[in-house]
């Protein structure tokens, strides 16, 4: 069983795994100066004893009693050995440096959190994704296998994870699972609300649709994306759209689109939409039809994408 820790900052919702001390008693394994300091150090990387010991200018016999405590707590493990000297030389890392005491047992269910965004906008944009305070519909990744007219791999499907710690801060999952592949989804047939996330050459689900959008994407290299609006071109890697319009099998439904030329404009749209969608949203009023085209960022030049530009 994995636990974790939550935390909210500037609007938004952060999470990090700890371990919980369920007996008071354990609290004394880690209320030790040097332990903390080895669980620090093990959590920066992977280090033999023998390495612990010279760093912390310790002998090795005083850092093994440590090391010790530490693994009968099952708070650091194994991740290679190593025969040296006709010896079994173990080197361990960290499995968490977070703790958390427990003395209540009254564990509420997360249908008791209380949703972090407020804001009518947003809100109404994913109006019909929630119901009863759910999510009522499912995430569409592409396959990271070799798929589709174009045998691509998805390199953008892990956005989704972003996208959908944002949604949970509007609605609780279901009992159904919110994520499939596309190559899982029988689109003409499945009565679902969609979020789609990548472009038409790793979404087969976005392909079927590309004729229908505001926003079309040209399936020829060089790929760009041309705006039905404007009518303007664009084939920048990091531009990226969102997308909202009636599912054309089931009106009804509503299905979502964050998609961009190549992953990193996927990532672009992804970040337009969850950390700036009161800019983003400035211009919808709940249409049926609805688009937005935007491009990241490197801004602290570290080569990843960091901020992003609406461009209509």
Known sequence: MKNYIMKEEGGKMYF???????????????????????????????MYPAEIAKKLKMHEQIVYYHLKQLTNAELITVVERKEIRGTIAKKLASKVVNFAVTLDDDWKGMESFSPTIKDKKIESFFDGFVTDGELDGK???????????????????????????????????????????????????EDSNFILVGGPATNLIVSLMNKDLPVLFNESKPWEMVSQKSRKRYSEETVGMIVKVPNP??????????????????????????????????????QETWSAIVQGFDVDGDGKVDSVEILE
């Open 16 to 46: 990090s795994p700890v371990k919980v001390l369920e007996k008071p008693s354990m609290i004394k394994i880690v209320d030790n100066k040097v332990r903390i300091e080895i669980l620090k150090m093990l959590n920066e990387k992977a």
């Open 139 to 189: 995430f569409v990744v592409g396959s990271p296998d070799q798929h589709g007219p174009y045998k691509a791999r998805a390199r953008d499907s892990h956005y989704a994870i972003d996208l959908s710690l944002f949604v949970g801060s509007l609605a609780k999952t279901g009992k159904d699972f919110p994520v499939k592949l596309d190559v899982e989804v029988n689109f003409p047939s």
């Open 249 to 286: 099998h089931f009106p009804n439904r509503k299905v979502i689109i964050i998609a961009g030329i190549s992953s990193s404009g996927t990532k672009s749209a992804v970040i337009a939409l969850t950390r700036h969608y009161k800019e983003l949203l400035k211009g919808y009023n709940g």
